[in-house]
């Protein structure tokens, strides 16, 4: 049993913005890559899970980022399941670069999910076993539920076909894009992100109309996205940033 899973990937230029660093979203692309296939060595992947009738939901994320890696690195992941925290299921990562130096740190938790109810099901299920790693942590603290305070709507969109997955509801990192596209050029040429937190709170569906929204605070930025047709928020995001070093 791989109780630490590890794995590599190098930086193409699809993954990467205007300034050849690579998307947040694509970093998270690559972590939930590689939480999927430690998931499936430690026999908790899609399938088994699908036959008892559950799948994963990623619900909670906080990333700290020291460097975000460059077109053309190749990056190696760690990750690890470490315990439970209420009813998620905690799992912790670090990235490195080739010279072996951290770059991120991250914490995520996850919930298991009844395909049929749709609703959050208690950690202690027969046949769901995981290690626990204790003691070992990417960052202290587990992310918090998050309260936002927005004041600025910066567009509406409508969802379509390539941010649908193939279980018809947008996949989590488009969330990320959305909350990144909430910036001009200049915010970019000023400043780098060190770091971020969501919370996921609803399925986004192919055609729903949406709108997000912003409030910025010294170098913190709150963001939440609202489904107008029924109101619901979908997920709530803080992101940190510091200024380019001159």
Known sequence: ??????????IKSYNVDFQQKIK????????????????????VGYDPLIEKGLFWALSRLKVEIIRMPSW??????ETWPCGTEGLFFRRDFIIYDSKEQEIVRGVSGWLLVGVTNLRPQRPVIPGIVLPKNTGRRALDSFPERITT???????????????IDQNLHVNNTRYLDWATDCFKVEQYNEYTLSG????????????????LRTGTFGEKTDIDALELSSGSLLFKAVLNWRPHEV
């Open 149 to 163: 305070i927005t004041e600025q709507t910066v567009f509406r969109k409508t969802v379509a076909y390539n941010e």
């Open 72 to 77: 053309g690195e190749t990056i190696f992941f």
């Open 196 to 211: 971020f937190t969501l919370e996921f709170l609803s399925e986004t569906h192919w055609g729903d109309e949406i709108e």
């Open 24 to 43: 947040p979203s694509a970093l998270m692309q690559f972590f939930q890559e590689v939480a999927s296939n430690h998931a499936a060595s430690l026999g």
């Open 1 to 10: 049993m791989h109780t630490i899973w590890k794995e590599n990937f190098e």
